[in-house]
């Protein structure tokens, strides 16, 4: 008997008018669908994005949603990232696909890039289906370009010192899960010198979606601020 594949799906960053056609005819094949959550008092975020798709199978499947929590300390998450892995190596035993759902997209700052790597190491087959970045549907909500001819565009996962590392370089700069450091991202930025446009969207694609100028208020951990650098003449 063939083993299953593990196929990592980008399900974008909340709206599931934004999923691809691909991703969806996925969701709508697969036998078994993992569902990661980051806490036991919350339903997957992702798995909600892909609710209506699913509802309109016919066909049975399996959906187990394992626990990612919002840590820091990589050796625990090492054991959930474990635990997930042998749950879906289970299914790919029996031949049957898992699609392993995550917001965004799964090649960037996706734990499913730590779960594919455990499945690669065993021998199985893994795939990724592309979504819409967080980072460029922010900029879609925004009425925002990120990048012109020969603009430097950088993408930073969170606020910390490598920022004013390379902030020089940028002609836009992205970062990610801004609302959590915004005193040290706005001492950051303002330290640079160039004219600039700042806007901050949170809870992109979803019900409570805000778009705001400046930078991102406190409280939502979904949250993405663009700094567009005007160039000196």
């Known amino acids: ?3 299953g594949k593990l196929i990592g799906v980008g399900v974008g960053p909340g709206d599931p008018e934004l999923l691809t056609v691909k991703g969806i005819k996925t969701l709508k094949s697969v036998p078994v669908i993992c569902a990661p959550k980051s806490s036991k008092a919350k339903p997957s975020l992702a ?12 066909d049975d499947y399996t959906i187990f949603e394992p626990l990612f929590p919002m840590i820091e300390d990589k050796m625990e998450l090492e054991i959930y990232w474990t635990d997930a892995a042998q749950l879906i190596m289970d299914e790919l035993e029996k031949g049957r696909d898992v699609s392993f759902i995550t917001l965004g997209d799964p090649s960037i700052y996706s734990t499913f890039s730590y779960i594919a790597n455990i499945i690669k190491d065993e021998g199985y ?4 289906i592309p979504g819409i970045t967080s ?7 925004a009425g925002i370009t990120l990048g012109e001819k020969d603009e430097i565009v950088i993408v930073v996962p969170k606020v910390d010192q490598r920022l004013k590392e390379i902030l020089e370089h940028a ?5 990610m899960k801004t609302s959590r450091h915004s005193g040290m991202l706005e001492e950051i930025i303002n330290d640079d010198s160039r004219d600039k446009h700042i806007i901050s969207v949170q809870n992109c694609g979803m019900d409570d ?24 003449h």
């Open 47 to 58: 798995l909600s994005i892909v609710q209506n798709v699913l509802k309109e199978r016919k």
């Open 171 to 175: 002609d836009t700069a992205v970062i």
């Open 135 to 141: 980072f460029t549907s922010c900029a879609a909500s």
């Open 1 to 3: 008997m063939d083993k």
């Open 125 to 128: 087959l893994v795939e990724m």
């Open 209 to 232: 979606e805000e778009i705001s100028t400046g930078f991102a208020k406190k409280g939502k951990y979904l949250s993405t601020t663009i700094v567009k650098f005007e160039k000196s």
